[in-house]
C-alpha cells in the first residue's frame, strides 16, 4: 500500500450505506421539468406540455427519466460520511451517470432508497467513487429505476501500490459508458438554448451546491462565472432524444448512460446530435459558442417509434 491514508479500501468495501427516503409531488415534477428546458422555447409545446401540465384531460402529468437522479440526492457522501475515505468536497467532480428505468415513474410517490457501493478505483492523484442507488416505490415496494454515479474525487487516490492500482467493480462490464462517435452525419441533432437562470431554476429540484450560483465560490473553483449541474444538461439531452427518436415518449426509455466531458455556462446553446443503432441512441452535447463536447453517452430504447 501507498503511504496516502486518505483512503482505506477494505473498511470502505465493508462499509453499510444506510436506507435513505425521498418524497415528491407533481409540483416537484414539473419544476424539474422546466429545470432541464421542458417549454423552454414554447410554452405550448404539444410534445412537452404534458411534463407540465394535465393536457387534454389527462388526470397525472408525465415524468421525465432523469427526474430519477434526483432519488440520489440524499444517497450520495457530503465529505465527512463514508469511513475509510477523507475527501474535500470541494475537489469533488461528477464524472458519469448511468440509469435504468425499470417502469414508467409515478407523478407522485414515496421512495425507497438501497445505496450501495458499486465501484472503487485508485487513479493515483484521485480516486474513483461509484455509488448506486435502487429506488422502490415504498407504497408497492416496486423497484422502479437504478442510477450508479461516478464521482471524480481529486486528492484521494494513491492509496494503492502504483504498479498494481487498485480497482474494484460490482456490475457487469457491457453497463461501462465507454462509447465512440460514429463518424457519419448524425441521424437526427436537436438545437436548445439554456437561459442565464437556468442553474438556479434547476437547483430548486434539490442540487444546491454554490458551485451553480455563487460567483465568488465559482471563480475560487477556476470558473469566470457559475456553471450548469452536469445533471441538467443530462436532462436537456434526454429531453432531446424523447423529442426527436421517441416521438415524444418518454416511457421508451430503457437506460441511459452520461459521461460528462466539459462544464456548460446557463445561456449557452446546446447541440444534441443523435446516431441510430438497432434500439440504441449514442448521442454526443456540444456548446455552440464554444464548439466544444460537453457530454456524450448512450440511450437504450424500449422499442422504435412507428414512424421511425
Known sequence: ???????????????????????????????????????????????????VHHENG???IKVLPTFSTLFTLNSLPRGADLPG??????????????IEIYKPLPSNAIIQNKVS???????GKAAILEIETRSY???????LSMNRTSIFLRGAGGFSDPSKPFTYTNYPANQAPTIKIPESQPFAALEDCTQPSQALLYRLSGDYNPLHSDPMIAKVAGFSRPILHGLCTLGFAVRAIIKCICKGDPDMIKNISGRFLLHVYPSETLVTEMWLEGLRVIYRVKAKERNRAVLSGYVHLNGLASSL
Open 1 to 51: 500500500m501507498a503511504g496516502n491514508s486518505a483512503c482505506n479500501p477494505q473498511l470502505l468495501l465493508s462499509h453499510k450505506f444506510p436506507e435513505t427516503t425521498y418524497t415528491y409531488t407533481e409540483r416537484d415534477v414539473a419544476v424539474y421539468a422546466l429545470g432541464v428546458g421542458a417549454c423552454g422555447r414554447d410554452a405550448v409545446d404539444t410534445s412537452e406540455l404534458k411534463y
Open 58 to 60: 389527462l388526470q397525472f
Open 85 to 98: 475515505l477523507e475527501f474535500d468536497p470541494r475537489l469533488l467532480l461528477h464524472g458519469q451517470q448511468y
Open 117 to 123: 457501493l458499486a465501484g472503487l478505483h485508485d487513479k
Open 137 to 143: 416505490e415504498k407504497e408497492s415496494g416496486e423497484l
